[in-house]
């Protein structure tokens, strides 16, 4: 069964690295007291990671469906997970080292290592994955209304729980991607995916530009990307002060 590359998806998904990489850019600015923004609270800021974790999530979720489609083996899929669920636990050692208090214990990686499986085992409800993502995302909202009462559900707040993403307060933490809403985005890449292979191949089979290779070629290495640029911008952010630029 061939694997080839998606490269229009490859090539979305190196749109959300870009994205992604501006933004840890002007947050590590931040960071270093170069700029001063709040990335908790300002829109600007809030919104825009939403959208970046929507992108990566549409993006994981399709490429879901098109292994699927490919004939991906179980074996095969173990073996991609276990890169992302090491790279998750790397991430909360480093980030653990740099900010103690308020380290990451279930970002996007984590959320993404645990959606995975419930999207591989699920993948084939096909149609249904568009009403359950609806849920999946309401029931946030739901939740945090129905916990928000003194003395309810309370539990849910504690890290223990909170990684299903049913709170009423946000946990303190750099990185913060639960189960609930994320994995009605992902299951909604699935389902329009799916969608589109069965209806309009060409949109996920056909080339990309000249000029858009880069993001194609870009979106291959996502994990890797996206393990390195941070230590790489904060590294050169850190030379740059020591030298007093």
Known sequence: MSH????????????????MTIYHFCFDLNHFGWIKQNFYTDPLWTWQRSAIVSLFLLCAGAGQAVALHQGQTWQRFWKRWAQ??????????GSYLMYPKTFIYFGVLHGIAVMLIIV????????????????AIASK???ASAISTPGSWQFLNEPGFNILGWV???PVTEDY??????????????????????????????SVTHSTRWLAWLGTWSLTWYMLHQPVMIGVITVLKKLGV
């Open 4 to 19: 080839a590359r998606f490269d229009r998806l490859d090539a979305l998904r190196g749109v959300a690295i870009v994205w």
């Open 84 to 93: 992302v669920a090491g790279c998750a636990l790397l991430v909360s050692v």
């Open 120 to 135: 591989r085992l699920t993948a084939h409800w096909g149609v249904w994955l568009w009403p359950l993502g609806a849920l």
């Open 141 to 143: 909202f739901i939740a």
């Open 168 to 170: 009423s307060k946000l």
């Open 177 to 206: 991607v639960p189960i609930f809403p994320w994995l009605g985005v992902m299951w909604w890449g699935v389902a329009a995916a799916q969608w589109l292979l069965a209806n309009r191949s060409v949109m996920m089979t056909g």
